[in-house]
């Protein structure tokens, strides 16, 4: 971004002396790149109502210059209100937001630009592959000579459920479609095959799998809406869609026999099952903080579930080479046949 914006005085209705003082020691300091005390003097006038174009100019040009960029942002926004459509704000302001990662703030602003401003930065068109990305992960889990007597591993005299992953692979593929300036479609797909060492007994009689086969395939979509003053809206829909291998009972038990030889003879089946989560996320940018807050519903493994999350993300350089922030989820559970769990869960990151 190469310009140089010369910024003079105006005239003002307010008090002669303290505007003059104000707006002339303002422009000296901002001509001599003085921007601690630019931004001392501008925040003085301020607080003595002293409010005009050039003054939010001059400071927001001084933030931006310490890399300050969201307070840099906020003056040329009020800027604006006193002169819309000023290029040279409008310019600031865009790089102020793509510099603060508010990039689709920044493209809202880019759709303002006229003349010679449209031409150097045009909007971006919608691009169906604005971001992909795929990934491939294979994971050897035990070696398999540890069950090569069963019996040994899985005692039938102790009952419950136990499985030993012998080997998963994964795929997975995330898409996002840039529709318009502030309109994202967000897809994700996820392709999970495991083989398992399974073992389900009652005490008295037990089971093996030597190649328990589950295949899980996942399916999420998310529009996500930005404003140009900072609010983001995201509702998602999540699909979980399970397969997995398990003997078929009958009457006395199981079809099949029991531990033959170290390996296991029985006639097996695919159980299905389909789980969802679906809900809205919530984001408002406001200054040098974000707060979120979100509400999701789901069905999953054998429960209804609603889960919140309310949280807050300080920047307090204005940049992204520091932030952190503070969130609290909580989870309430209700399974068939039992009372409710709630679950608080708080969450840190720096």
């Known amino acids: 971004m ?3 914006l010369f910024l003079l005085p105006l005239s003002s209705t307010l008090g002669q002396v303290s505007y003059k003082e104000a707006d002339a020691l303002s422009y000296r300091l901002y001509l001599e790149q003085k921007w601690d005390s630019l931004i001392d003097v501008g925040n003085e006038a301020l607080a003595a109502d002293i409010d ?3 003054l939010r100019m001059r400071l927001g040009i001084a933030f931006f210059n310490q890399k300050n960029y969201r307070r840099a942002a906020r003056h040329f926004t009020l800027a ?5 459509g000023d290029p040279v704000a409008l310019e600031y302001l865009y790089y102020a937001r793509r510099y603060s990662g508010q990039y689709e ?3 809202l602003i880019q759709k303002q630009f006229k003349g010679n401003l449209a031409l150097q930065l045009p909007v971006p068109e919608g691009r169906f592959m604005d971001q992909v990305s795929v990934s491939y992960v294979y994971h050897k889990g035990v070696d398999d000579g540890l069950f090569e007597n069963p019996a040994e591993r899985y005692p039938v005299s102790v009952a419950g459920q136990q499985t030993t992953t012998r080997s998963f692979s994964g795929t997975s593929l995330s898409l996002v479609n840039s529709i318009a300036p502030g309109i994202q479609l967000i897809h994700a797909y996820t392709y999970l095959s495991k083989f398992n060492h399974y073992f389900t007994g009652d005490g008295l009689t037990g089971l093996y799998l030597g190649d328990q086969h589950v295949i899980q395939q996942q399916y999420y979509i998310a529009p996500r809406f930005t404003t140009r003053s900072g609010y983001v809206f995201m509702p998602v829909l999540h ?3 399970l397969r997995y291998q398990l003997p078929i009972e009958s009457e006395g038990g199981y079809w099949g026999g029991g531990f033959m030889g170290g390996t296991s003879q029985f006639y097996t089946y695919y159980q299905k099952e389909v789980d969802f989560a679906a809900g809205i996320s919530f984001q408002k940018s406001a200054g040098a903080v974000d707060l979120q807050l979100g509400a999701w519903y789901g069905s999953l493994n054998d429960a209804e579930q609603v889960q919140n999350r309310v949280g807050i993300t300080w920047f307090p350089l204005g940049n992204l080479n520091l ?5 609290l989820n909580s989870q ?3 399974r068939p046949g039992k009372e409710g769990v709630q679950r608080l869960i708080p969450e840190m990151l720096f």
């Open 2 to 4: 190469g310009f140089v």
């Open 52 to 54: 005009y174009y050039y």
């Open 80 to 84: 604006l209100e006193q002169n819309r």
């Open 105 to 107: 703030q920044a493209k």
């Open 239 to 241: 699909i979980l869609g």
């Open 323 to 327: 932030y952190t922030g503070a969130f």
């Open 332 to 334: 309430y559970a209700i």
